[in-house]
Nanobody, 119 residues
Framework: QVQLVESGGGLVQAGGSLRLSCVAS????????MNWYRQAPGKQRELVAT???????NYADFVKGRFTISRDNAKNTLALDMAGLKPEDTAVYYC?????????????WGPGTQVTVSS
């Protein structure tokens, strides 16, 4: 019923920038918290940034000052602007949303998009 799809990943040199996007589609009434997570090879998935429906943001210490999370409630989209990328930012990035339908409330994950930062 609901699908999340990320885009915008790729290969970039250290110090470069990328913009990730995520769009939610389906029978959506509203979306509460939206989040970006990442998982590097051999490591656990970790929270990168979160944004509430009213726009309150929170960032992991390792991305503060470099990444910016934003959302468009009218379009059910989430974005992550990444600047000053480092090789240690290499990971699969996942969007995650708390979605409310007319008869359900559930947490959804996108399939992920690969970000690779070369040194």
């Amino acid at each position: 019923q609901v699908q999340l799809v990320e885009s915008g990943g790729g290969l970039v040199q250290a110090g470069g920038s990328l913009r990730l996007s995520c769009v939610a589609s389906g029978r959506i009434f509203s979306i509460d918290a939206m989040n970006w997570y990442r998982q590097a090879p051999g490591k656990q998935r970790e929270l990168v940034a979160t944004i509430t429906r009213v726009g309150t943001t929170n960032y992991a210490d390792f991305v503060k000052g470099r990444f910016t999370i934003s959302r468009d409630n009218a379009k059910n989209t989430l974005a992550l602007d990444m600047a000053g990328l480092k090789p240690e930012d290499t990971a699969v990035y996942y969007c995650n949303m708390d979605i409310v339908g007319l008869t359900f409330r559930r947490n959804y994950w996108g399939p992920g998009t690969q970000v690779t930062v070369s040194s």
